[in-house]
């Protein structure tokens, strides 16, 4: 059984919006270093979901530092500090999540002189997308000019949660030849951390068994895995979706499709990423409203106080309730 969470409140009927988000244990640092605690494995991810995990895994024994850790932050876009580089320059392990995503810590890993066997990149180990991070080949997936997305590849692995059950097993490895005293300790943390994550298969999959192949619109696809998982349809246009990653406009013909899919009652749900809004992802927000379209807010990073199992559990009870209205 996953651990209790509680449930986001559900107002109004023409705009249902529903954060999904739950009480649960924050366990990341804020972005930066002040030098790292004596004798603690000094560990730094691009963002709060890999620096939760991480701190899951190797508890009193490690120190983290996740340099994406606001909802007011966009990973696409960040810019790395020089406080970020030492950061890094002091880790013993660095999480990236990869396949373009974060290119900031990938940069600041070359530029430190890291080794690259304790980079743990969550592409190369989901296998949803081949090899992209640092244990990549270069020819290894082609990139979008200007803003580095592998083509091809969805990034947002880590909304697929068996991803996330083997990344524990890789940083439990990691953190166990840094430190052997402690070993055992990340093993058992990682077992457990598992025994959450099959908990939240079981769920998921019993809640596909219920969700009828139902079409969604999406304003980003950050929780493609997820959606995917459940057998639900992604109906937006590609166009779109691309548009809204690359951080630019999308095409009127495609604004006008994903606006005639919203307003036409065929949809379940409208999946809205408030870290990535614009002007056309809140008109579409706006029209689904309107329409009495549900609207179920995904983010990327942790919202504040949650950490991830209670996290991605939350999405899913949010998922159902929306789907059985």
């Given at each position: 059984m996953r651990p209790f969470r509680g449930l986001t409140a559900i107002s109004g009927v023409a705009?249902?919006?529903?954060?999904?988000?739950?009480?649960?244990?924050?366990?990341?640092?804020?972005?930066?270093?002040?030098?790292?605690?004596?004798?603690?494995?000094?560990?730094?991810?691009?963002?709060?979901?890999?620096?939760?995990?991480?701190?899951?895994?190797?508890?009193?024994?490690?120190?983290?530092?996740?340099?994406?850790?606001?909802?007011?932050q966009d990973p696409h876009s960040y810019e790395a500090t020089a406080r970020d580089k030492l950061a890094v320059s002091e880790a013993d392990v660095v999480i990236e999540n990869g396949g373009g995503y974060d290119p900031f810590l990938h940069g600041l890993v070359d530029e430190t002189d890291k080794d690259h066997d304790y980079v743990v990149t969550a592409v190369d180990v989901s296998g949803l997308g081949g090899q992209t991070g640092e244990s990549a080949p270069p020819e290894a997936g082609d990139e979008h000019a200007g803003h580095g997305h592998v083509e091809g590849l969805n990034e947002h692995v880590w909304y697929d949660f068996e991803t996330m059950g083997k990344m524990a097993a890789v940083v439990a490895e990691k953190l166990s030849e840094l430190d052997p005293a402690n070993a055992a300790t990340f093993e058992t943390n990682?077992?457990?951390?598992?025994?959450?994550?099959?908990?939240l298969v079981q769920e998921r999959d019993a809640l596909a068994k219920r969700a009828g192949n139902a079409d969604v619109a999406a304003t980003d696809p950050v929780p493609h895995y997820l959606l995917e998982a459940l057998g639900l349809h992604n109906e937006t246009p590609a166009d779109f979706l691309q548009a809204v990653e690359e951080g630019s406009d999308a095409a009127p013909v495609a604004v006008k499709e994903t606006q005639d899919l919203i307003s036409g009652g065929t949809v379940s749900f409208v999946a809205y990423n408030e870290q990535t809004e614009g002007p056309q992802t809140q008109q579409l927000r706006a029209l689904a409203e309107e329409a009495g379209v549900a609207v179920v807010v995904f983010t990327e990073t942790l919202p504040e106080g949650q950490d991830y199992v209670s996290w991605m559990g939350s999405n899913l009870d949010n998922i159902s309730t929306v789907l059985a209205a």
């Open positions: 705009g249902l919006a529903l954060m999904l988000s739950a009480c649960g244990q924050g366990s990341s640092e804020s972005s930066g270093t002040d030098g790292g605690e004596a004798g603690k494995v000094q560990i730094v991810a691009s963002t709060d979901v890999y620096g939760d995990l991480a701190a899951t895994i190797g508890g009193e024994a490690v120190e983290v530092t996740s340099i994406i850790n606001k909802l007011s990682s077992a457990a951390f598992n025994e959450d994550i099959d908990a």
